[in-house]
């Protein structure tokens, strides 16, 4: 999802368009000269508001300038959630914390290459996490999917929904494993 948004903003760039702000659903562009300006997307969702507001603060004292984009579409106010893999000061995400700044946008001027804001091996650690977290929800659910009716927990039709989650769960496994693939490759 990430490299998607920063193609589709890349796309925008080549054909004379810099991103000028960001809304709940919007995305406002202001004219440029064609390919002037590259963007990169960060997941910051797990950070805390003041890890994720320095994080922003450092790449602008790099020249960069930063947007906070959300992930999910939260209409309400005063709603809250848990995230057990966020860092102290985000495992409760609300709108007072990280909520709706899960995505950092980061633009520079157009230089040769991709826009990069980490390291091959960084990048290949971080999938390596997303991997083990998505692969071990994945087990989890077709064991259970699998365990359930034998248990006598739920019929064989029922344990279904167990197993079609644990196809959902497959599903970023692969996205994973295919982008380290390519990494490697490009090494």
Aim: hydrophobic share 40%; aromatic share 12%; glycine share 8%.
């Amino acid at each position: 999802m990430l490299r998607a948004q920063a193609r589709w903003l890349n796309k925008m760039a080549s054909r004379g368009w810099r991103l000028a702000n960001t809304g709940k659903l919007d995305y406002y562009f202001t004219p440029c000269e064609p390919g002037e300006y590259q963007y990169a997307v960060d997941y910051t969702g797990n950070m805390s508001r003041a890890h994720g507001d320095d994080y922003a603060a450092f790449l602008a004292g790099c020249g960069y300038r930063t947007w906070f984009k959300n992930v999910n579409l939260q209409w309400s106010y005063g709603k809250a959630r848990w995230n057990p893999y966020g860092e102290p000061g985000a495992r409760i995400s609300s709108d007072r914390t990280n909520l709706d700044r899960e995505l950092l946008i980061v633009e520079r001027r157009a230089e040769p290459g991709e826009f990069r804001l980490y390291t091959v091996e960084e990048e290949l650690e971080a999938l390596r996490v997303m991997l083990r977290r998505c692969l071990c929800a994945s087990l989890i659910f077709a064991a259970l999917g699998a365990l359930a009716p034998a248990l006598g927990v739920c019929t064989p039709l029922q344990s279904l929904a167990l197993w079609a989650f644990a196809a959902i769960f497959a599903v970023p496994c692969a996205a994973c494993g295919l982008r380290m693939a390519e990494l490697r490759r490009g090494r």
